[in-house]
């Protein structure tokens, strides 16, 4: 089945310090999200992607679609303490009779701030 | 608005048990997803209902099951509890447009512990 490679798997970082994470496939999607979970709760959408080139951002969040749709990267800039958690890519396959509803997740970049 | 509901968010069950998990999607959205989040495995797609249809079905055995109601809220079953069912099952809704943008939000998830 289709996978994604997020990388890198984990980051300790200073704060202040800009953030850089990727997620790259070997078949291409039609839509990326970006999403961050916090310790026992579920992820919360941060960006959504639609078009290949798509550059987007969102605050201090800034993401793209890979023109080659099978690719995205997320850029968090001058981090601060509450940026922590875990930051998961999910990329939509394209679809046929009409389901959306699958995602395909990566396997998360855990994120550690000091301050 | 208010977000995706999940009930409980807190069980233990035993091996052989059934149990059920109940979603409430934000108001309108009338696609449900489910996923499994495990350490291990990450997130991974179950299943998905529009419409109290199945139109989309991931890689589990058919131990695991769902259900959706006419007002889009649903449930998911699991029967013949396993220790590797021990999992964050994940609901999300969307509002999926015909233009094939499928934002989904996510309930905070309810952890399953299987003794």
């Known amino acids: 089945g289709q996978q994604l490679n997020q990388s890198p798997q984990s980051m300790f970082i200073q704060e202040g310090e800009d953030v850089s994470m990727n997620c790259t496939s070997s078949s291409i999607f039609n839509t990326w999200l970006w999403y961050k979970q916090d310790p026992g709760e579920g992820p919360v959408l941060l960006i959504a992607l639609y078009k290949a080139g798509e550059l987007t951002s969102n605050g201090r969040l800034t993401a793209q679609f890979g023109t080659t749709r099978k690719d995205s990267f997320l850029n968090i800039s001058a981090s601060i303490p509450s940026d922590v958690g875990i930051y998961f890519c999910a990329g939509q396959p394209p679809f046929y009779g009409g389901s959306q509803g699958n995602l395909i997740f990566g396997k998360g970049t855990k994120l550690s701030v000091k301050p | 608005k208010a977000g995706v509901t999940q009930t409980p968010r807190y069980l233990i069950k035993t091996r052989g048990q059934q149990v059920t998990l109940s979603c409430s999607p934000i108001s309108g959205h009338r696609s449900v997803s489910w996923y499994q989040q495990t350490p291990g495995q990450g997130l991974q797609f179950l299943f998905e209902?529009?419409?109290?249809?199945?139109?989309n079905k991931g890689n589990f055995p058919g131990r695991f099951s769902g259900r959706q109601f006419s007002n889009s809220r649903s449930e998911m079953n699991v029967s013949t509890l396993e220790l590797g069912d021990s999992a964050l099952y994940l609901c999300a809704s969307s509002l999926l447009t015909s233009g094939g943008m499928n934002e989904q939000f996510f309930g905070p998830g309810t952890r399953l512990t299987v003794l």
């Open positions: 209902y529009f419409s109290e249809t199945q139109r």
